[in-house]
């Protein structure tokens, strides 16, 4: 879903395409092209009509005398070109779909920087991820040993997730090295222990229907472990953050990566 809005309507506009499934809504039935959001969601009209032409949206925003702003829930395979374009129309995006390489993060950090333009790529809205990922530092401080456990629904495309990249990143980040073995592991199948990220950090994915979006950080020592987890039970919890991003982006001239940035 790519919604082009202002601060005051988007509230609805994203909540009803992310809590009411509009993006699956049209892949099956692309004759709701045309219709209001609203309906197709069938929460009321919002007067936001669905629309499957980015770049012609793109040039009637960067025409709009307020600044434009585009949300990307859409897939890896196209967020790249979905910002990039937006950048150069003048359209500031806030991106929640995960998936983009570190080098194509940097891409898009240099080209919205050059043109000035604000941008923000966020792995998570949830605020409550914000606050486990903090606390996650913290605890860090006192243990040397830490993994990642990440669960979604199935139809999540990319493994592992934005914010379990972005979690293990953030602890990478703090000058210590994890994990550090006292045996001589042997995987009896490639990948028993996980995908190995920076620091010696674990992350490991886990893909099944009834899940939505959930994460540990499981830290381990001498006669204790010390679990944080966060369960996304409704995607509701994302809206706050959600407004958040499209107000704070609207200011900036460059392009920032995770919500706790901008908190």
Do not use: W
């Amino acid at each position: 879903m790519v919604d082009f809005t202002h601060p005051d309507s988007v509230y609805e506009n994203v909540r009803s395409a992310i809590a009411y499934g509009v993006r699956p809504a049209i892949e099956r039935q692309p004759e709701y092209i045309g219709q209001d959001i609203g309906e197709v969601a069938g929460c009321g009209p919002l007067e936001v009509p669905v629309l499957n032409d980015l770049q012609g949206i793109l040039v009637m925003a960067a025409q709009e005398k307020q600044r434009a702003v585009m949300v990307d829930f859409t897939h890896p395979d196209s967020v790249y070109e979905n910002v990039r374009s937006a950048i150069a129309y003048g359209v500031r995006p806030v991106v929640g779909t995960t998936g983009l390489s570190p080098e194509q993060i940097q891409d898009l950090a240099e080209f919205a920087e050059k043109a000035s333009i604000g941008a923000l790529i966020i792995p998570n809205f949830s605020i409550g991820m914000v606050l486990l990922q903090q606390a996650a530092i913290a605890a860090s401080q006192h243990f040397d040993h830490v993994e990642i456990i990440e669960l979604h629904h199935n139809q999540k495309a990319d493994a592992p997730s934005g914010t379990a990249i972005k979690t293990a990143e953030m602890l990478s980040e703090l000058g210590k090295t994890y994990n550090v073995p006292n045996v001589e592991e042997t995987e009896k199948i490639e990948g028993a222990r996980g995908c190995l990220a920076d620091e010696g950090i674990r992350i490991h994915s886990v893909r099944l229907p009834g899940l939505i979006a959930h994460q540990e950080v499981i830290f381990g020592g001498p006669g204790q472990i010390y679990t944080l987890r966060h369960d996304t039970t409704d995607r509701s919890c994302y809206m706050p953050g959600v407004l958040l991003a499209i107000r704070k982006v609207q200011s900036l001239t460059k392009l920032i990566y995770g919500l706790e940035k901008i908190l």
